[in-house]
């Protein structure tokens, strides 16, 4: 008989992996202390955009597979329990906050049926599954615990989710090893790379990953402030060094960093983690890696000033972007929104738009102005930012624009509009890391 499985936490992570854990054919069940979303979830309906991930999770209840629920009961005969919920940066450290993973464990470590294994999926800090497998074994001595961690990527998260460019399993036992390759099978008739990991391995190859990403990213945004300094441009650098297969040419795109729900957070719960294991040295690079991408945001800020001769009062700007990255809505840590923020506060009247994140901006900061329409967001600009590259903004018409705005100066914050055409067509072009 095929493994039922349940997924604690319905949130991106745990919705995309209940919905694709489904389409491989288990019976799924999702759980989540968030009524809202269960009832949303339940009809069809994903709280946030993610592309494909609605399609598929229609798909998935109607095949009768998947379900959702807030009793945590309803997981007590499944064979595998996915722990899917958040770790934000804690409120008063730069710690991972672990009380919902907690609060998950307590929840279904008493009522997990025997010889069942329970797979820890969230970002935590290194130590986390040690310390939560004693307590489950304590609670419930029949059930293992077992640690899965998560790649996917925002905007690509069912494809991810699907085929992984990898698994990456902390084990105890063979018995819990061979679970997972159950659970993985698909995958595993695909080639997909298998790597077996004790428990504190597992934990560090999550967070290692991402410390790198981050780490590729404000190289060559440090990059960019050399070439502005220097008069080179950034964007052929980057190219041209990416042709080195050691180096590779995909996160090398300067421009205003790296934002979001994960690599922010983790770089630092990392450094943080770290310090209370007495390795805080080694991470010392990370503090760097994290102001260089700061300081992105700032540069541009920089920039608009320059061009507004100092003076940011009553000026009219348009955000071209919300979201933290094209494809997703989520804002969290969103390095253009960021940008808007501080330059309203400046004096600036910002108006905002974002094909999908206007709704969830407008909830953070209600206070900034916003346009569904975006040539009526351009309609009157003293000046134009483009702070995430939606596709949208690249097949804007430079021409077309240039006759709604009150001055033509834009500044691309992820150098990923054609320089050539904007400037063919009359507009005063500024990006990081290139002669402005
Ligand atoms: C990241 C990792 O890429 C995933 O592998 C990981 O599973 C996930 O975090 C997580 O920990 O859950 P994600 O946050 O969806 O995924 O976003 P990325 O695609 O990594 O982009 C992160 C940020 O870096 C975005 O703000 C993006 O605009 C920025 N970025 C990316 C750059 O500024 N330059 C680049 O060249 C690439």
């Known amino acids: 008989m095929k493994l039922r499985v349940s997924v604690i936490g319905t949130g991106y992570l745990g919705a995309t992996h209940a919905a694709c854990m489904s389409s491989m054919g288990f ?4 759980v989540d202390i968030d009524p809202t979303k269960i009832e949303l979830l339940s009809r069809g309906k994903v709280p946030f955009y993610e ?21 945590f009961q309803a997981i007590k005969d499944c064979d595998v329990h996915f722990i899917c919920v958040g770790t934000p940066q804690s409120t008063n ?26 797979v820890g999926k969230s970002t935590v800090p290194v130590g986390t599954a040690a310390r939560l497998r004693s307590k489950l074994l304590e609670i419930n001595p029949k059930v293992d615990l077992a640690w899965n961690p998560e790649f996917l990527r925002e905007g690509f998260a069912v494809e991810d989710t699907l085929h992984p460019n990898r698994l990456v399993v902390g084990v105890t036992s063979d018995a819990s090893e061979d679970k997972l390759k159950e ?15 004790d428990l504190p391995t597992s934990e560090l190859v999550k967070v290692a990953a991402n410390s790198f990403l981050a780490t590729k990213i404000s190289f060559i945004n440090a990059m960019a402030e050399v070439c502005e300094a220097a008069g080179g441009d950034v964007t052929v650098l980057a190219k041209a060094i990416g042709y080195d297969p050691r180096i590779g040419s995909r996160f090398l795109q300067a421009g205003i960093g790296f934002g979001g729900g994960c690599l922010p957070k983790d770089i630092r719960a990392f450094m943080a983690r770290a310090g209370e294991l007495g390795a805080d040295q080694a991470l010392e690079f990370l503090r760097e890696i994290d102001s260089i991408n700061l300081r992105a945001r700032q540069r541009v800020i920089e920039l608009v000033r320059k061009d507004l001769s100092d003076d940011l009062t009553g000026k009219k700007i348009t955000v071209l972007g919300a979201a933290f990255k094209p494809d997703s809505d989520d804002v969290r840590d969103s390095p253009a929104l960021d940008i808007a923020v501080q330059i309203a506060a400046a004096g600036a009247l910002v108006t905002i738009h974002d094909p999908k994140a206007i709704e969830p901006a407008k909830k953070r900061f209600p206070a900034l102005g916003f346009e569904e329409n975006v040539e009526s967001a351009l309609k009157g600009a003293d000046l134009v930012l483009h702070l995430t590259e939606w596709k949208q903004y690249r097949e804007l018409d430079p021409v ?17 509009l054609d320089r050539e055409t904007w400037i063919a067509a009359g507009w005063k072009f500024r990006a990081l890391g290139r002669a402005n």
């Not at 019976?27 to 999702?30: F, L, N, T």
Request: aromatic content about 4%; hydrophobic content about 45%.
């Open 27 to 30: 019976e799924v069940i999702g």
């Open 400 to 416: 077309k624009v240039k006759s709604l705005v009150s001055s033509s100066i834009i500044i691309d914050g992820r150098n990923a």
């Open 183 to 197: 659970i993985y099978q698909k995958n595993l008739a695909e080639n997909t790379p298998w790597v077996r990991a």
């Open 51 to 71: 592309p494909g991930l609605e399609e598929l999770l229609q798909q998935e209840i109607a095949s009768g597979r998947l379900t959702f629920s807030t009793d």
């Open 93 to 118: 450290s730069l710690a991972a906050d672990m009380k919902y993973v907690d609060a998950a464990l307590d929840a279904i470590a008493p009522i997990c049926k025997p010889g069942s294994l329970v």
